[in-house]
């Protein structure tokens, strides 16, 4: 009889072990998900700019090119 208590207690803890190693990893992977779309998002916003800045900056009339017009 104390064998079978034994092993009924070790698959409790191996369950436990596996299930916390299994939360780990998936709060690990959320967070790098939300750290890439972090920076996914930070790269449409920039690149954006990148696009918006050569419209804003050229006046077609006289050719030259304007610093008040330039946006940070």
């Known amino acids: 009889m104390p ?5 009924k207690n070790q698959k409790k803890k191996s369950r436990a072990r596996s299930e916390n190693v299994k ?3 998936m ?4 967070q790098m ?8 998002e930070e790269a449409k916003t920039q690149q954006t700019g990148i696009e918006e800045v050569p419209t804003s900056m050229s006046n077609p009339q006289d050719g030259s ?8």
Do not use: G, T, Y
Not at 3 to 7: D, G, L, Q
Not at 33 to 40: D, G
């Open 23 to 25: 939360n780990k990893q």
């Open 33 to 40: 998900k939300e750290e890439f779309m972090k920076k996914l």
């Open 3 to 7: 064998k079978s208590r034994h092993r």
């Open 65 to 72: 090119v304007s610093f008040d017009e330039v946006k940070p």
């Open 27 to 30: 709060a690990f992977q959320k």
